[in-house]
């Protein structure tokens, strides 16, 4: 959990002046994860299934690593609401390795 909670402080002090960018060795599970977890971090009036549909649409291969998620979700105080939302995603695509995608930090950049 310490994980989660220093990428959550790290994003709530984040100035958002220029993208930032979350990798990890494949890109497909802990990077993702971070990625929601950032999501839910600066858009905290909305719903966690919604930011979870916005990176499902930006990356069809993310597959969140559900520890990690659940650590933000505790982290964030979503009650298991982040977790129930990674649970809704669809099944992510196959891929080989992960792909560069990006989703806006904007909440009210995020369709439904």
Same mark, same amino acid.
């Given at each position: 959990i310490d994980?989660?909670?220093a990428l959550v402080e790290f994003i709530h002090r984040w100035e958002a002046a220029s993208p930032i960018v979350m990798h990890c060795f494949a890109g497909i599970s802990r990077s993702t994860a971070?990625?929601?977890?950032?999501?839910c971090a600066l858009a905290p009036e909305t719903e966690e299934v919604q930011l979870a *549909? $916005?990176?499902?649409a930006a990356s069809p291969h993310?597959?969140?690593n559900r520890l990690l998620v659940d650590h933000?979700?505790?982290a964030l105080g979503?009650?298991?609401r982040l977790l129930a939302a990674l649970e809704a995603? *669809? $099944?992510?695509?196959l891929a080989p390795e992960g792909r560069v995608f990006s989703v806006p930090l904007?909440?009210?950049e995020i369709q439904a």
């Open positions: 994980h989660a909670e971070a990625a929601l977890i950032a999501m *549909r $916005a990176l499902r993310a597959a969140p933000g979700d505790r979503r009650n298991g995603m *669809r $099944a992510p695509e904007d909440h009210t």
